[in-house]
């Protein structure tokens, strides 16, 4: 079946600009993540929804950075007057249900280049 | 979640056996212990995970010490597309929502 996927693939942008990022998880799984990756780093974690509710938005860098998932499924990660310091891969991941026995399921990510 | 230590880099032959170490000395009782992989250019994948006893599935085979502080992620033949960066990362059963908590991993070159 289809896995996880996100558009764009590439996005650039210019210092101050709005940009939103979209995941499709794979269908049926109730637990969406976002991640970061920053250049010869592992991926962070920023964001986490079980259903339509943000569970944990403990890792979300600050205010400018906001996620949602009204109906469930597809998710969009929204960043405000974007800065240089803001590019860098953002993985989507998805499982069937939260929780340390389930694997997740990665997107191929999108690369943010903020000018 | 307790910290993972791996090595920066490793290097192997394509068809040898690789070994991947993690060392996980501040292991609780309740914690599992998972492995992903990153190819380049993709997200990471689940490869295997383990608590106590050594496990096998179609990708790697886990080997888990004794006392529970470090564990090894075993190749069995490396191929040029096990290239990838290896993450070795405890996950908590008492967890609730299973966020992955990544290290810097191991870059495993794989030489034809």
Redo the contacts between chains.
Sequence with gaps: GAGVSQTPSNKVTEKGKYVELRCDPISGHTALYWYRQSLGQGPEFLIYFQGTGAADDSGLPNDRFFAVRPEGSVSTLKIQRTERGDSAVYLCASSSQAGPYNEQFFGPGTRLTVL | DAKTTQPNSMESNEEEPVHLPCNHSTISGTD?IHWYRQLP??????VIHGLTSNVNNRMASLAIAEDRKSSTLILHRATLRDAA?Y?CIL???G???????????TKLSVKP
């Design positions: 599992y250019s993709q997200g990471p994948e689940y960066v993450y996950r908590d059963v967890g609730s929502q299973g966020n992955l908590i990544f290290g810097k991993g």
